[in-house]
């Protein structure tokens, strides 16, 4: 039983660490003109994976999707800041860098990216209840967009 935890789990950060890779690549194409993404956003991805996807056994399916999406904003803006400030400020890997951007700390996270982390959010947390239903039987998800009662 546990070897069959540990083969979801790595299956699930490997998921979410290429998926996050992806994103990453197709945005920085798209709005920056540059197709670089690092291996430490490979880990970052499935660690942040990882979480999304235990939002729901820490809470419950009753907290909405749209609270759901703003704790995992706050998780992968801890999480970048944390990443940040270890390779690019302590290790000096400069892998990313939004001291140019409005409302940045340290140019290791910023208000726009936190917010854009709302929406990754709900990819990366619908992907992980598909991945979870489909691939190891677990939970059908039952979503709420949003439970007023949470308030």
């Known amino acids: 039983m546990k070897l069959y935890k540990f083969f979801k789990m790595l299956s699930l950060f490997v998921y979410g660490g290429s998926i996050f890779c992806l994103i990453e690549l197709i945005f920085t194409t798209l ?10 956003s490979y880990f970052q991805g499935g660690v942040i994976f990882l979480i999304l996807g235990m939002i729901n056994n820490w809470f419950s399916w009753e907290l909405g999707l749209v609270w ?3 704790l995992g904003s706050v998780f992968i803006t ?3 800041l944390v990443t940040g400030l270890f390779f690019n400020v302590w290790l000096g890997l400069h892998i990313w860098d939004y001291s140019g951007m409005p409302l940045s700390f340290m140019g290791q996270i ?3 990216f936190s917010l854009y982390w ?5 990819l990366g947390i619908i992907l992980d209840d598909f991945l979870r ?3 190891f039987k677990e939970q059908k998800p039952k979503y709420k967009i949003i439970n007023l009662k949470n308030l």
């Open 68 to 70: 759901q999406c703003l």
């Open 78 to 80: 801890a999480i970048e």
């Open 118 to 122: 709302v929406f990754v959010s709900a």
């Open 133 to 135: 239903y489909t691939l």
């Open 31 to 40: 709005f920056f003109d540059n197709t670089f993404t690092h291996i430490v």
């Open 110 to 112: 910023c208000l726009e």
